[in-house]
């Protein structure tokens, strides 16, 4: 039993002192880690995707439509990412940005976070970066 001692002392010491760990705050603070004011995009491979957010507008755009389909979004803040919420071809749209390393799959880029896009019954996989946290790696060809 006294050899428990030790590591029951570490794993309560452990509980008592809670860090943000995959940008989930332990105790429950809003994620804050991109400012109001931060542009954010998010983009996405097989299929190709972007969406491109400023000041509560986002601009959906695919190989098909390159120029883009201008849409009002909503931001919320969660405990572990940023959410967008609005309307595409009248059906709903919802993005999510949380903390993560990404790559694309498809180039030497890093990406800062994580993003995900609910349409249209899917579930669209991708990387995001804003203004002040790009990624790394080459430009755009």
Request: net charge negative; with cysteine.
């Amino acid at each position: 039993m006294p050899r428990c001692l030790p590591t029951l002392a570490v794993l309560l010491l452990a509980a008592c002192s809670p860090a943000r760990k995959h940008g989930i705050d332990p105790k429950g603070q809003t994620f804050d880690a991109v400012a109001p004011e931060e542009a954010v995009t998010m983009i996405g491979t097989e299929p190709f995707w972007n969406l491109r957010i400023t000041a509560g507008e986002g601009v959906w755009a695919t190989p098909e439509n390159p120029s883009g389909t201008r849409i009002a979004l909503s931001r919320f803040a969660g405990n572990g990412g940023l959410g967008f919420t609005g309307t595409l071809d009248g059906r709903p749209l919802t993005a999510t940005l949380t903390p993560g390393q990404c790559s694309d799959g498809m180039s030497e880029r890093a990406y800062p976070f994580v993003a995900t896009i609910a349409l249209h019954g899917e579930t669209l996989q991708g990387c995001g970066y804003t203004d002040r946290q790009p990624f790394t790696g080459e430009p755009a060809p």
